[in-house]
């Protein structure tokens, strides 16, 4: 929101800055574009971690990249069955 | 049977073969081979054989290429033509291209030399990267790139500027010679001789033939 | 009837995927229905100077693999809404695609676009031969450089060894006040090696940098010289007649503040 607002009564932005802040985001979502083999065992090993507290819905479980203008996230959207009960 | 197997066209171009839809390529090989091992009037050294394009692999058309080699024809691939864009093709090749600077009638000297059945008609210009190995000799109505390769048995004409490597008596004749328009190639070579341009080379305003003289290479101008 | 086109050089730098934007954003500009197809797979750049980079979703090689119909791959412009962008992987290489594949896929987007745009890569190797195999015209963008036109004559060789009879040149990057001086090739030594049609002369701009810096080609702004020969090589396209661009050269000024600078 600050952003947008700076853009508006801001200065005009310098082209080079622009090139730079572009150029951020454009790399990390380069070198974090996974392979989808690679994406298939982060999802498994996510699952395994994730099992050890709590029971999941494998079956509806998501995990993607998401970039927008200036950022990019790793979203994972798990459903919980159950709590775990302490394991002793 | 095994006649089918391989048909011969002659044409003002050369040899044309076709080969039968179902043979497989161990059939045409063995079947061109006994031809050619025949000592068949067909195929005089010196010929050139066009085969098609698209009928076998790289590799086998490269094995054909090689076959006719060592039996001293030329071997080149074209896309199969019909008998009408044939004819139409002879027509064209005899006009010069519109891109000839100007329009002049062959130079006499060059036509005692340059027998029509033996000559490689090249009707475009030859970009880098292209290269045209032949026993016999060379009309290019076109330039030279640089970058371009003509290595000839006989003598080589060029219709235009000649930027790239020409060879010519690449098998041993002295008496070759190469004529351009304008003559700025990166290297001549004519039989087991060498000449390099100089490296500031101002584009020449008139034609010019470069043969060998008491053991080396000269250039000198000549009239068009 | 749409038309295809692809935009090649043999040499990198000389400003290809530069001018697969501008022509293609021209043509949207001029009303047609242009798509854009990178082809510089594992080193994609048509998205970033269109600067649609954060909106891709699927590319060229999800494509021709079958994981989704094209329409879902293609990236729409953002003001633009009858130009779009087909994006390449950024993962993968060139030997993802083959011609037949490309061929196939330039059949369907005939039947929805005017104009497919195809921004070839670099070389001669394979992602050469699949960005060229749908073509109808090819256009071979050089400098007046004598590394670039030694290139841009490979690269015509080969056109025509795969039959491809339509190519037409575009010379970019040209700098007026070093061809009068002498050091820079003109047109006319250009022609003399490469004998093609010119269907268009750019100038170096620094105009281009900066368009590209924002993901603006610079065809849309007003006072730029190279803005302006896009718009008239997009007209050429169009089968309008137009003459050649004088170009403006530094006024003796700015030539004398060069001198002072040395």
């Known amino acids: 929101m600050l952003d947008a607002l700076m853009k508006i009564f801001g200065k005009k932005e310098q082209s080079g800055k622009i090139a730079h802040d572009r150029l951020k985001v454009v790399l990390i979502h380069d070198r974090a574009n996974i392979s989808p083999e690679v994406m298939d065992n982060l999802k498994n090993d996510i699952i395994k971690v994730i099992s050890n507290y709590m029971e999941i819905n494998q079956k509806d479980m998501e995990i993607s990249l998401a970039n927008d203008d200036d950022s990019v996230a790793l979203v994972a959207n798990i459903p919980v069955n159950n709590m775990k009960h302490d394991k002793g | 049977m095994s006649e089918d197997i391989v048909k011969i066209k002659g044409t003002s171009l050369g040899l044309q073969l076709s080969f039968a839809p179902d043979a497989s390529f161990e059939d045409v090989r063995a079947n061109l081979l006994k031809k050619l091992e025949s000592g068949s009037t067909f195929f005089l050294r010196g010929t050139l054989v066009l085969i098609p394009r698209d009928v076998f692999r790289g590799s086998e058309r490269d094995e054909l290429q090689r076959l006719f080699h060592e039996h001293g024809l030329i071997c080149r691939t074209q896309r199969p033509v019909s008998e009408e864009e044939q004819a139409a093709k002879m027509q064209a090749e005899k006009r010069p291209q519109a891109e000839v600077k100007q329009a002049q009638p062959e130079p006499p000297a060059a036509k005692e030399e340059l027998q029509p059945q033996e000559m490689v008609v090249i009707n475009r210009t030859l970009r880098g990267g292209q290269e045209i190995t032949t026993k016999s000799s060379v009309l290019v109505c076109g330039n030279v790139n640089p970058g371009a390769q003509i290595i000839a048995g006989g003598s080589i004409d060029i219709r235009g500027t000649c930027r790239g490597m020409v060879h010519a008596g690449a098998y041993g004749d002295s008496t070759a010679f190469i004529i351009a328009d304008h003559l700025m190639p990166t290297q001549i070579r004519i039989s087991n001789l060498i000449a390099r341009c100089p490296d500031e080379m101002e584009k020449t305003d008139r034609a010019e033939r470069a043969s060998i003289k008491d053991g080396q290479i000269v250039i000198e101008p000549i009239e068009r | ?262």
């Open chain 3, 1 to 262: 009837m749409s038309e295809i086109y692809v935009i090649t050089s043999g040499k990198g730098g000389v400003g290809k995927t530069t001018t697969t934007a501008n022509l293609g954003m021209g043509l949207a500009m001029r009303g047609k229905k242009v798509v854009l197809v990178d082809t510089d797979t594992g080193l994609r750049n048509l998205d970033l100077l269109l600067g649609l980079e954060n909106r891709i979703m699927y590319d060229l090689i999800d494509v021709t693999e079958g994981r989704v119909p094209y329409k879902k791959a293609l990236v729409r412009h953002k003001k633009y809404d009858n130009l779009f962008l087909l994006p390449t992987s950024q993962v993968k290489d060139k030997m993802a695609v083959n011609p037949e594949q490309l061929v196939k896929l330039c059949d369907e987007l005939r039947k929805e676009f005017d104009y497919i745009i195809i921004d070839c890569p670099a070389g001669i190797e394979q992602g050469f031969k699949t960005a060229i195999a749908a073509a109808d015209t090819a256009l071979v963008v050089t400098m007046p450089e004598i590394s670039a036109v030694r290139d841009a004559d490979k690269i015509i060789g080969e056109l025509g060894r795969a039959d491809k009879e339509n190519i037409k040149l575009i010379v970019n990057r040209i700098r007026p006040n070093m061809v009068e001086s002498g050091d820079m090739l003109n047109m006319d030594d250009i022609n003399d090696i490469l004998s093609l049609d010119c269907i268009g002369q750019v100038p170096d701009d620094i105009k281009v940098v900066t368009s590209t810096n924002k993901g603006e080609p610079c065809i849309t702004l007003e006072d730029s010289q190279a803005g302006q020969a896009y718009r008239n090589i997009v007209a050429r396209m169009m089968g309008e007649d137009v003459p050649f661009m004088e170009f403006h050269k530094d006024g003796w000024w700015k030539r004398l503040k060069h001198i002072f600078k040395r």
